[in-house]
């Protein structure tokens, strides 16, 4: 180990110190840097404190635009103090002064900038703690100047296949930005959506299409973008654009039409979030979400079905609650032969509408009050079915079928009325010919 440079530059850094200890610059310096921090840190608390974009923290479902207001509130004391030490160092040099450690303390503030992007923007704890120790490290050497020698070194590191070389940088280049852009992509589509989908002056079809074309022309940028960092020419892809195109169509012909399909069924309007919709195949469920090759129904078992949407063009489907959320159902029982039906039916009518959830009064129209009719004369008695309105669909946290039932059976018993159930006589013609001999 050589000793002399060690020493060398050991002895030009103490004077270095010795002459900084010994400059009145450096106190007027760090003067201005305490200043500098204390008006920046007031003038932030000052912000965040009678500002009310900023004072208080919003609640989940507030506009995903106050919560951006907030969350900035957090990273002013370290944008001010930039601006701030910016302005004193531009100054310093006008006046032919080297103010040294004015720029140190713009790279510390700097520092702090960057720490608090990422405490106050990056939810994910993994995404934080990647961005910590990877991009403040980066950061630390384009400070110190070391970044360059730093990238010159990667790109020593190559490796030659035919006519294509990567090295070292290229590698980890795309690998950095291209998770940040990955990130970034996230991020910005999800507070794009939200912002959309806040928009009160927008019906939810139109929501789900801008926000589904936002997403789209989000994702193209983010792939452009990914691109160009790799070092790969876009104008090269116009060569065999046309080829890729005939390849996209016949490869992915099925995802294109699903894509196609759930734009137009948020154009025509023939299916929106929170419709009870009835599928050809006997599945049926309450549409969740519209996403780009498929829609979410839930069932009111907890499941989640995942149509794709061209089914909804190409196969019969009832939209249950599309047009109006009034819906007609019925329940059926039978009373004996016996029963006088007249009176039996009046008092049926009475016990239905008394449930919460039928729609009845004076003031519904008759046809939608609750009735009781004669369906059919039956083996074993007079098959009755009472028909009534409700809002919404009879499944799930509005199952009212399900409790007519039990309000008919504990009326009809009331009322000494029992429901049959199937007899059979069993008449002997020839008595003295079914005795068994012994």
């Not at 310093?92 to 405490?119: C, D, H, M, Q, Y």
């Not at 296949?161 to 950095?176: C, E, F, P, Q």
């Not at 499941?303 to 089914?311: C, Q, R, T, Y």
């Amino acid at each position: 180990m050589d000793i002399k440079p060690v020493s060398t530059t050991l002895e030009s850094l103490f004077k270095t110190a010795q002459f900084a200890i010994s400059d009145s610059s450096t106190y007027i310096q760090l003067v201005v840097i305490a200043v500098i921090y204390a008006l920046s840190f007031a003038v932030a608390y000052k912000i965040r404190r009678n500002v009310g974009l900023t004072r208080n923290e919003p609640l989940d479902s507030a506009h995903p635009v106050r919560k951006l207001a907030f969350r900035v509130g957090g990273i002013l004391f370290p944008l001010l103090a930039i601006i701030l030490l910016q302005i004193s160092t531009m100054a310093g040099k006008s006046l032919a002064f080297t103010p040294w450690l004015i720029e140190t303390a713009i790279g510390i503030a700097v520092l702090l900038f960057f720490n608090s992007l990422i405490r106050v923007f990056v939810q994910h704890s993994f995404a934080a703690s990647l961005f910590r120790w990877i991009g403040l490290p980066i950061l630390i050497l384009h400070l110190l100047g070391l970044l360059p020698a730093v990238v010159k070194a990667l790109e020593e590191i190559s490796l030659d296949v035919g006519n294509i070389s990567i090295s070292a940088y290229g590698v980890t280049r795309v690998l950095i930005f291209g998770s940040f852009l990955f990130w970034l992509g996230r991020a910005s589509s999800t507070f794009g959506k939200a912002v959309i989908r806040k928009q009160p002056s927008l019906d939810v079809p139109t929501k789900e299409v801008f926000s589904k074309l936002f997403e789209v022309v989000l994702f193209c940028i983010v792939a452009l973008l990914l691109l160009n960092i790799m070092g790969i020419n876009l104008a090269t892809l116009a060569v065999f654009g046309g080829a890729l195109g005939v390849g996209l169509g016949l490869g992915l012909q099925s995802i294109a039409s699903n894509f196609i399909s759930g734009i137009i069924i948020l154009l025509d309007h023939s299916l929106t979030v929170g419709d009870f919709v009835e599928l050809d195949d006997g599945r049926s469920g309450i549409v969740r979400e519209f996403r780009m090759r498929y829609t979410v129904l839930e069932t009111y078992d907890g499941k989640d079905i995942l149509v794709p949407n061209e089914k909804f063009i190409s196969s019969l489907m009832v939209n249950w609650t599309h047009k109006d959320p009034k819906q007609r159902f019925r329940v059926d029982f039978s009373v004996p032969y016996s029963t006088d039906v007249r009176s039996m039916v009046e008092f049926i009518k009475v016990a239905v509408a008394e449930h919460e959830q039928v729609i009845s009064g004076p003031d519904v129209p008759f046809e939608e009050r609750p009735d009781c009719e004669i369906d059919s004369f039956g083996d074993s008695g007079i098959n009755m079915f009472v028909e009534f309105w409700m809002y919404g669909v009879d499944d799930g946290k509005n199952r009212v079928g399900g409790d007519l039932m039990l309000i008919i059976l504990e009326t009809l018993k009331e009322n000494g009325i029992e429901i049959p159930f199937p007899q059979r006589e069993v008449k002997i013609l020839n008595p003295e010919q079914s005795t068994i001999k012994k």
